[in-house]
């Protein structure tokens, strides 16, 4: 079955400490990895996403993905957070059958960012 | 393009009562998707519809019906609404063309069950 893995459930980092989130994924076709970043409040934001090609993904706000199909990861991460970047974040993987799409989310990590 | 939308916001019900979540969608999009996020378990799929007509039951389907009322609109309603259904619900509509891997959320509806 599909599944998605997040193990940091809650990462706390001082401003421009540099952020790497883990992801694991578990389907073996064909992938379709996201990131997603919810604000407090508010609702899912698209923030990067990888189908195939170049496994390195650079998505909004200076975040970036690295696919790693020998792990089935695909973590995020970012070189220097921001305050602003206090957020929960979600890893997603995309299968389609036939008519039917299936998204499976990453149970999310919340990233809490210190002034 | 106003993209996912829902209403309402907000809304508190009390054990029992019923109550209909709206979504709607301007993209002509033909697949349309409810979701409940809870703390710790992501997202999880209730009830689905892949095209104009058609509805299947997701991974939590229990206490909850759905209609597609037309391409546009798809609702989700809770007929008695229980604490446990306490949760933000998430609809989504998935994309076509170079956006066909790609679902597209609205803001979000949070519940609270009494």
């Known amino acids: 079955a599909q599944s998605v893995s997040q193990h940091n459930h809650h990462v706390i980092l001082s401003e421009a400490a540099s952020l790497e989130l883990g992801c694991n994924y578990s389907?073996?076709?064909?992938?379709?990895l996201f990131w997603y970043v919810q604000y407090p409040g508010q609702h899912l934001q698209l923030l990067l996403k990888?189908?195939?090609?170049?496994?390195l993904v650079k998505g909004i706000k200076g975040f970036e993905a690295e696919f790693i199909k020998s792990k089935f990861s695909f973590n995020l991460r970012k070189p220097s957070v921001q305050w602003s970047d206090t957020a929960e974040y979600f890893c997603?993987?995309?299968?389609?059958?036939?008519?039917?799409?299936?998204?499976?989310f990453g149970t999310g990590t919340k990233l809490q960012v210190i002034p | 393009n106003a993209g996912v939308t829902q209403t309402p916001k907000f809304q508190v019900l009390k054990t029992g009562q019923s109550m209909t979540l709206q979504c709607a969608q301007d993209?002509?999009?033909?697949?349309m998707y409810w979701y409940r996020q809870d703390p710790g378990m992501g997202l999880r799929l209730i009830y689905y519809?892949?095209?104009?007509?058609?509805?299947d039951k997701g991974e939590v389907p229990n206490g909850y019906n759905v209609s597609r009322l037309n391409k546009r609109e798809f609702s989700l309603r809770l007929e008695s609404a229980a604490p446990s259904q306490t949760s933000v619900y998430f609809c989504?509509?998935?994309?076509?063309?170079?956006?066909?891997?790609?679902?597209?959320f609205g803001p979000g509806t949070r519940l609270t069950v009494l």
């Open positions: 989504a509509s998935r994309g076509a063309g170079d956006a066909y891997n790609e679902q597209f």
């Open positions: 389907y073996g076709g064909t992938v379709n």
């Open positions: 990888y189908f195939s090609g170049d496994p």
């Open positions: 997603a993987d995309l299968m389609n059958s036939g008519g039917y799409q299936k998204v499976t």
């Open positions: 993209m002509n999009h033909n697949s």
């Open positions: 519809s892949a095209s104009e007509g058609t509805t």
